[in-house]
Structures are given as structure tokens and as C-alpha cells.
């Protein structure tokens, strides 16, 4: 079981625009044929987290509350909790939980939940960075896209070094760079 932050980004390591549109991704020759790997991966995963911001733009994009078929169709019955300080509405059916509550006491419900598969974490990045910051971080899918955006959502506002990062994977779909690398955790003194 391992806890997985799999995204895509910017050339530049952005993962979505300032106004948080993420409208250059899928115009990029070849977006849906990468997608397409998506389902070998969620075959592995037993629970999700996202920001409200991911949760938001997923709301808005795929208009899920009037559709939430699409919701089953992707993520199925897998438990996701949405960390957010506001109230947010859920997917009809979906199986959503709205939290406050830090990334440790959550990742272990999370555990409990996802049984022998992996975590995925959608992101944003200062999500992701908390994850980190606690030691549950243990790998790094990402799909470099042919764009720069010049500015936006970090990919990981985090300061995260080589000798915590070992490079696993390196394929390429279509116009898609995908690395994959296993996080090491912070060593404290």
C-alpha cells in the first residue's frame, strides 16, 4: 500500500492556470490517449484525496451534482475526502467526506479504508506538500505536458531534494512525459 501523488503538470510546474482553469491540458494533441492509462492505475487505489479547490474544478468541469453518474464512472464506490474549511455540496451517491481534519488523522481513516490498495492524492500541491510534511508522501506520478503557463498552482510548493526522491519510471504517451518517482521521508532531528 502506498500513498500516491499522480497529477499532471505544466513544463513549467504549474498544475492549473492562476484562475485555476485547467482548459490547456486537454487541449494538448494526444490528452486523451494519455488519460487512457488512467484505469490500469485506478485499479490500484482504495481511497482518494483532494483540495477543495481539485473538488471544486471536478464539480464545475464534469457538472457532476446534475450528472453524478460520471462521478461512479471514474473514482466507482472508492471513499474520498475533500479537505476544505468550507462546506461544500457532495455527489449524489458518491461517497465524499468534507474535512478539516489534519492530513494524519485522515491518512490512517484512509488507510483503514483503502485495505491492501493504494492512496491516491489528486492534489493540489500544498496538499500534497502536508502529506509530506507528516511522512505519508511515498510516490510521485506526474505527466509532463508540453505547455508553459508562466505562472499559477505549483505542482508542489514543497523543498523536496534528490536524496528523498528516487526516479522509478520514465515513459512517454503521446506528447506526455510520465516520471514516477518513490519519496523517501524527511529525516528529523
Known sequence: MATIYYTATSLDGYLATADNSLDWLFEVPGA?????????????IGALAMGSTTYEWVLQHENM??????WQEWYAERPTWVFSHRDLPVIPGAD??????????????????????????????????????AGLLDRVMVSITPVTLGGGAPLLPRDIRSDRL????????????????DVKPKVTT
Open 32 to 44: 486523451t490517449e494519455a488519460e487512457s492509462g488512467l484505469d490500469g492505475f485506478l485499479a490500484g
Open 65 to 70: 451534482l446534475a450528472e453524478p453518474h460520471k
Open 96 to 133: 465524499i467526506r468534507v474535512t478539516s481534519d489534519g492530513v494524519r488523522e485522515v491518512h490512517a481513516q484512509m488507510v483503514a479504508a483503502a485495505g491492501d490498495r493504494d492512496i491516491w492524492l489528486m492534489g493540489g500541491g500544498d496538499l500534497v506538500g502536508q502529506f509530506d510534511d
Open 166 to 181: 528516487t526516479l522509478t519510471s520514465v515513459h512517454q504517451a503521446g506528447q506526455f512525459a510520465e516520471l514516477a518517482y
